[in-house]
């Protein structure tokens, strides 16, 4: 099973700045990665996938890099409203996730 | 859009069974398939399984849980079920129902139901 680490686990950052969430996975995925938001009392929103492939209606606030094992969210221009848990999952090896990375909005 | 059904309480060794409506897409389609992912603190997100048509049925399982699981295709209702068996209470959490790919397709899920939450206890 390929296991995927996000870090950090928890991120605290101020209203306009940038967010960088990591992740990676125990051995190369290709591009062969999504992620999620996921705020409370709701199901995961698929933001990013083919690792740097904004899903529709996503704000190009988000963008996604990475190749192999090691892949970056990032997060430009934060509001109040990207409070939420992130997660990542990869799709090379049948489907598993990360444990998320909570952002919080200072 | 997946709207979910289901029993939110499950009593050990029993069978837990869920309910997903699909509507504005076809069960029958070969370019997606249809899946189970729960959610809980203690094993976080969890791939169940796949249900998935090229000119018949396939159900793909997770190690986790194979042996116990069935997804239940039912066209007449644009409509597909899981059943596990033998619950415990290790299988408490929330469940979703997912449209994500097909086999030999690759990318992320793009379409969750709600979420049940399923408690198993006596």
């Known amino acids: 099973e390929i296991v995927m680490t996000q870090s950090p686990a928890t991120l605290s950052v101020s209203p306009g700045e940038r967010a960088t969430l990591s992740c990676r996975a125990s051995?190369?995925?290709?591009?062969?990665l999504a992620w999620y938001q996921q705020k409370p009392g709701q199901a995961p929103r698929l933001l990013i996938d083919?690792?740097?492939t904004r899903a529709a209606g996503i704000s190009a606030r988000f963008s996604g890099s990475g190749f192999g094992t090691e892949f970056t969210l990032t997060i430009s221009s934060l509001q109040s409203e990207d409070s939420a848990v992130y997660y990542c999952?990869?799709?090379?090896?049948?489907?598993?996730f990360g444990q998320g990375t909570k952002l919080e909005i200072k | 859009h997946l709207q979910q059904s289901g029993p939110g309480l499950v009593k050990p060794s029993e069978t837990l069974s869920l309910t997903c409506v699909i509507s504005?897409?076809?069960?029958?389609?070969?370019?997606?398939?249809w899946y189970w992912i729960r959610q809980s603190p203690s094993r976080g997100l969890e791939w169940l399984g796949r249900?998935?048509?090229?000119?018949?049925?396939?159900?793909d399982y997770a190690l986790s849980v194979r042996g116990r699981i069935t997804f239940i295709p039912d066209t007449s209702k644009n409509q597909f079920s899981l059943q596990l068996d033998s619950v415990t209470p290790d299988d408490t959490g929330l469940y979703y129902c997912?449209?994500?790919?097909?086999?030999?397709?690759?990318?992320?899920?793009?379409?969750w139901g709600q979420g049940t939450t399923v408690t198993v206890s006596s």
């Open positions: 504005g897409d076809s069960l029958a389609t070969s370019s997606a398939g």
């Open positions: 051995q190369s995925i290709g591009r062969n």
């Open positions: 083919g690792a740097s």
């Open positions: 997912v449209r994500g790919p097909g086999p030999y397709i690759y990318y992320g899920m793009d379409g």
């Open positions: 999952q990869q799709y090379d090896n049948w489907y598993t």
């Open positions: 249900l998935s048509y090229r000119s018949d049925w396939s159900g």
